[in-house]
């Protein structure tokens, strides 16, 4: 039996925000905080909102559908769709199937992934072990979430999150390059510094969870700032040791947007000059499991990302959950 082991790469990006904006200006007037704190300790300046009728799976539809046609396939040519997100449509079926009926991807295998806001990396590394493996040829991957349904929008953190979704298309590569490494973590001791409590099993749906609000995320800022700071510089030390690489070989990493605060301490504990962090948390906010991908076709569809490059990738999210990746552009 021949044991199949090929190079992965990143074939096509594509990305989708609502058209609803809520500017830090509007935000004042609903929860007790500032416009210049939030822009200067988070580096938010508006965040997009999805309208009532406006679910996760349509924005994930959107995103998935532009990076297949940037790959340049047909729907017919996805093997697996992956779908990341803390915010999906219903409890089943998974939002993975309902957006393969949207794509009308049916030659598609579909299921979620849940890692908050590590998930499109988490769903990276599996897309990448499939395709690797030659089980698939070509796996959508989508971070998706709207936030916006699950805020309490009377709390002052309601201002760190914005809904949207980005994509890539990975596949395999006959050059020598694309995936080099990747590690994940998991640390189930900060799983009450940023949950939501309410809609599972633990505390199902009922008048009660209502009225105490379990259904809108909680978190702990502080704890955040604090885990954030330490988990992300050890996940991306060990990609790069990994690789046998060193931070002054990275051309651009390419972060989930938990707060400036955090990438610019991140950057200053690694030694990375921060003009290579790729940032748009000013515009977007926090998309949770769509921030990695929306920034990916952003700068990928600017043209600032050339063959050959070296791009980290890094995140953190709850559970606790975080790592990073290394790819060779190509």
Known sequence: MKQIVRNVKIIGTGSYVPEKIYTNEY???????????????????????????????????????????????????????????????????STACIVQDKLQAYNAVAFDLAAVCSGFLFGMSVASQYVASGVYDNVLVIGADTFSKIVDWKRRDAVFFGDGAGAAVISHSNVNGGFLASRLYSDGRGKEHFTIPGGGSEFPASNETIKEGLHYFRMNGKEVYNTGTVVLPKAINQVLEDT??????????????????????????????????????????????????????????????????????AAVGSGWTYGASLIKWA
Do not use: C
């Not at 948390?281 to 600017?302: C, F, H, K, Q, W």
């Open 27 to 93: 935000l004042e007037t609903l929860v007790p905080t500032s416009s210049k704190w939030i822009e200067e300790t988070l580096g938010i300046k508006e965040r997009r909102i999805a309208h009532n009728k406006e679910v996760t799976s349509d924005l994930a539809y959107e995103a998935g559908k532009r990076a297949i046609e940037n790959a340049g396939l047909d729907k017919d040519h996805i093997d697996l769709i992956i779908v990341a997100t803390s915010t999906p449509d219903r409890l089943a079926p």
């Open 244 to 313: 046998g690489l060193s931070i002054e070989d990275i051309d651009l990493m390419i972060p989930h947007q938990p707060s400036i605060k955090i990438l610019e301490k991140t950057a200053e504990v690694i030694g990375l000059p921060f003009e290579k962090v790729m940032t748009n948390m000013d515009r977007y906010a926090n998309t949770s499991g769509g921030t990695i991908p929306i920034l990916l076709d952003e700068v990928n569809r600017a043209g600032k990302i050339k063959e050959g490059d070296l791009i980290l990738f």
